[in-house]
């Protein structure tokens, strides 16, 4: 007698769920064609010295979202530096939120995202909070470096590496 697909353990279910999130997944890292990194003119090195004081790293273990206390003590914190950053942001420039993981988030034997799918999903979801906050979703490019780009100083396994970062890019 043959099992039912959707009984099994290995069955139709999470096949599904696979194939549904898999695309957030693909070519994580790469930038898209209409956005490049900034040339580091003066403005555009100033701006990005006020994007560096943003960082957002409340991430426990494979968390793509921060407990809420934690997102409200960032909001209460940066929010209005990143409203009055984007109320003077040169038309052509766009903020790019990247996401990063550490370097062990992806070695579990359960279902296994890559880093760069949990970098992207910690910086939709931020972006998501910033849109909830009435910030303009075209000011904002999502991206990932997942494990690449470790924190200076750090090893690459320390959970300091699990944040969002915010970085100045202009449209082409």
């Not at 040169?90 to 903020?95: C, E, H, L, P, S």
């Amino acid at each position: 007698m043959k099992k039912s697909l959707c009984s099994s353990r290995n069955g139709l279910i999470p096949v599904l769920l696979i194939l549904l999130i898999s695309p957030f997944f693909f070519h994580c890292g790469k930038k898209p064609a209409s956005v490049k990194a900034a040339s580091g003119n003066s403005y555009e090195k100033t701006i990005q010295t006020r994007l560096d004081g943003l960082t957002y790293s409340h991430y426990g273990y494979k968390q793509i979202r921060p407990v809420k206390r934690d997102r409200d003590a960032w909001k209460k914190e940066h929010l209005e530096d990143l409203k009055d950053i984007l109320s003077g942001l040169k038309q052509g420039y766009v903020i790019e939120l990247r996401g990063h993981s550490d370097s062990r988030e992806s070695r579990k034997k359960e279902i296994t995202i890559s880093h760069e799918g949990i970098g992207r999903l910690r910086s939709q979801f931020l972006k998501r909070l910033l849109l909830a906050n009435k910030l303009d979703a075209g000011s904002f490019q999502v991206t990932s470096a997942g494990a690449d780009e470790p924190v200076s100083g750090i090893s690459g396994t320390d959970p300091g590496n699990r944040r969002v970062t915010f970085h100045i890019m202009k449209r082409e």
